[in-house]
């Protein structure tokens, strides 16, 4: 079976850090594509930082730049997402997804190129 399951989320005040686990079952992960979206309430989900397999290129949001990144850990099949200066507009839903591994950049930031989706995880950030 092939699952992700993401955890990590929270509440924190501005400035804040989280970091979000998204672990992998049934496949390795570090032959895949990850997207890291979220979604808040009343908006459509959007890619937040993105990695793509094939390339080794990695895609963040104009609005993360600098306060997010990934990173990874094979021997436990799971990838992060390190939130840094977190703001009140962070708040949202946070899913990880896992794409075939063969995305280009430009597909990165659509979530219907990915495959696989983890539950998702909340994310609050208090002014």
């Known amino acids: 079976d092939v699952q992700l399951q993401a955890s990590g989320g929270g509440l924190v005040q501005a400035g804040g850090s989280l970091r979000l686990s998204c672990a992998a079952s049934g496949f390795t992960f570090d032959d895949y594509d990850i997207g890291w979206f979220r979604q808040a309430p009343g908006k459509e989900r959007e890619g937040v930082v993105c990695?793509?397999?094939?390339?080794?290129?990695?895609y963040y949001a104009d609005s993360v730049k600098g306060r997010f990144t990934i990173s990874r850990d094979n021997s436990k099949n799971t990838v992060y997402l390190q939130m840094n200066n977190l703001k009140p507009e962070d708040t949202a839903v946070y899913y990880c997804a896992a794409g075939n591994g063969r995305l280009i950049t430009s597909e990165l930031i659509r979530a219907g190129a990915y495959d696989t989706w983890g539950q998702g995880t909340q994310v609050t950030v208090s002014s």
């Open positions: 990695f793509a397999a094939s390339s080794g290129s990695t």
